[in-house]
């Protein structure tokens, strides 16, 4: 019984493990595309102040 709860930890360990992974990957993503959206608007925005 204790074989099979340590075999589940390590189990539920690398699976969090893989999911802060994907997780990390898809926020990266993220900023690496909204980055210059987010710069495009606020230059929009400021032009349309300045007038």
């Not at 980055?35 to 230059?43: C, D, F, S």
Request: hydrophobic share 40%; no cysteine; charged share 45%.
């Amino acid at each position: 019984m204790l074989a099979l709860v340590a075999i589940d930890t390590v189990k539920n360990r690398k699976m969090e493990m893989e999911r802060r992974e994907l997780l990390e990957k898809m926020v990266s993503k993220y900023e690496e595309y909204i980055g210059p959206v987010a710069k495009t608007i606020a230059k929009d925005v400021i032009e349309k102040e300045k007038k």
